[in-house]
């Protein structure tokens, strides 16, 4: 059985930045699609970024493009999350997902597995 568990998380200032991290154990981590997806409060989970199974690829939502960097180390088991230049609006809770999918999407239902969540707080 998959499990992910998120950290990194925190409050920080308009400005900042924050590094999350996701830890993946159970199966064979190369093998999974990443992503990471976000929940601000009294909204739906929205995407922001995946990354492909070796690391070579990357996709970003279109809110998070330049400032946030998806990347992976499959020797560690570990998915990253590197937000920069971080806005009050980027509140949320921050989730780490795993799909057993050949390509990169946006969609949550085609992830298999979640982490539980960690809180990011951008204060103005």
């Known amino acids: 059985q998959v499990q992910l568990v998120e950290s990194g998380g925190g409050l920080v200032q308009a400005g900042g930045s924050l590094r999350l991290s996701c830890a993946f154990t159970?199966?064979?981590?190369?093998?999974?699609?990443m992503g990471w997806f976000r929940q601000p409060p009294g909204k739906e989970r929205d995407f922001i970024a995946a990354?492909?199974?070796?690391?070579?690829?990357?996709y970003y939502a279109d809110s998070v493009k330049g400032r946030f960097t998806i990347s992976r180390d499959n020797a560690k088991n570990t998915v990253y999350l590197q937000m920069n230049s971080l806005k009050p609006e980027d509140t949320a809770v921050y989730y780490c997902a795993a799909g057993i999918i050949a390509t990169m999407t946006p969609h949550p239902d085609a992830y298999d597995y979640w982490g539980q969540g960690t809180q990011v707080t951008v204060s103005s």
């Open positions: 159970g199966r064979t981590f190369s093998s999974y699609t």
């Open positions: 990354i492909s199974r070796s690391g070579r690829s990357t």
